[in-house]
């Protein structure tokens, strides 16, 4: 949950347009929501972008393409070290 104002994508099309440009870019596999995670595109990290659409777009297309699925690194290896990085970063997300 963020602490700040967020957008909701039916509210500014300039967000709904950044949220759906940078989605396309993630990897298949990334396409289905975890349930008991996902509360919505507003909710965590993605939703504390949403008052600066493109700092939005560009910093989930960033990281949409270090997950490319041609590039040498496996999911697992991927969930791996975002696990650790989030232990190290006393981050919950």
Known sequence: ???????????????????????????????TPVPAVDKGSEAGITGSHTLIPDALYHSFAAFGAMMAPDL??????????????????RCHY
Do not use: C, F
């Open 1 to 31: 949950m963020t602490w700040i104002k967020t957008i909701k994508m039916d509210e500014d099309p300039r967000v709904k347009a950044a949220m759906e440009a940078q989605r396309k870019l993630y990897p298949q596999e990334y396409a």
């Open 72 to 89: 040498p690194l496996k999911r697992h290896q991927h969930e791996m070290i975002a696990t650790m990085v989030s232990v190290t970063n």
